[in-house]
């Protein structure tokens, strides 16, 4: 067991920032202009594209008491027009997220419901294939790197930010309606859905020129 192993997963003051290469390339490449229409983008965000922050501590202390989500549960709804979902709970049922996917489309959404009455939905349905492809790989390095899952329009439409480490992921969902919210998910739940997501993401991406919606 490294000494990583053994720091206690409430301690989010120890997660480490992005690796040095990272910072470099992005430092090093260009980013595409700004829009002159286009909402600025948050604090944390400009921060970390700067170098500055590590967006998963900064997050961590905003959320730091996430719901520890350690059950999953997987159903299909409706014949014709078939919907799939993944229920995420606490043990409790307190807490609960939900992922829906819509499998023509490969639209997805994620739902955050707090004690079976208050639900935020998130809507992703702009991705393009590469921008999953490339979420699902960065979340299953388990090193603490910084994820995004959103579209072109990155913070200008819903978009999910995850962290993965050896013993768990922090999910954290955003809406440009000034809506957010995290969970924490164990080592297992976690991968049971980066698995069950990539059986309706699959693709090919050797003949996919769509550019994707990385965050340099």
């Not at 995850?162 to 957010?180: D, I």
């Not at 919210?181 to 049971?192: E, F, I, M, P, Q």
């Amino acid at each position: 067991m490294t000494q990583d192993d053994k720091r206690p997963l409430s301690d989010d003051r120890t997660i480490p920032t992005r690796s040095a290469g990272r910072e470099r390339l992005f430092l090093e490449t260009p980013v595409d202009p700004i829009p002159p229409d286009a909402k600025p983008s948050p604090w944390f965000l400009e921060s970390y594209f700067r170098a500055e922050a590590d967006v998963n501590r900064e997050l961590a202390l905003r959320f730091p008491s996430m719901p520890v989500m350690s059950t999953i549960h997987f159903r299909t709804v409706g014949e014709k027009l078939k919907s799939h979902l993944a229920t995420i709970s606490t043990q409790d049922g307190a807490a609960s997220m939900i992922t829906e996917i819509d499998p023509p489309s490969k639209a997805v959404c994620f739902t955050y419901v707090l004690n079976s009455m208050l639900a935020y939905r998130f809507t992703l349905d702009k991705l393009n294939d590469k921008d999953r492809v490339q979420w699902l790989q960065e979340m299953r390095t388990e090193r603490g790197e910084t994820a995004f899952l959103w579209d072109q329009a990155r913070w200008d439409h819903d978009y999910l930010i995850g962290v993965s480490f050896k013993h768990y992921t922090n999910l954290f969902a955003f809406s440009p309606l000034h809506v957010e919210a995290g969970v924490r998910l164990t080592s297992d739940v976690s991968h049971k859905l980066l698995n069950w997501l990539e059986g309706f993401w699959k693709v090919d991406l050797q003949n996919d020129s769509t550019p994707s919606a990385l965050p340099w």
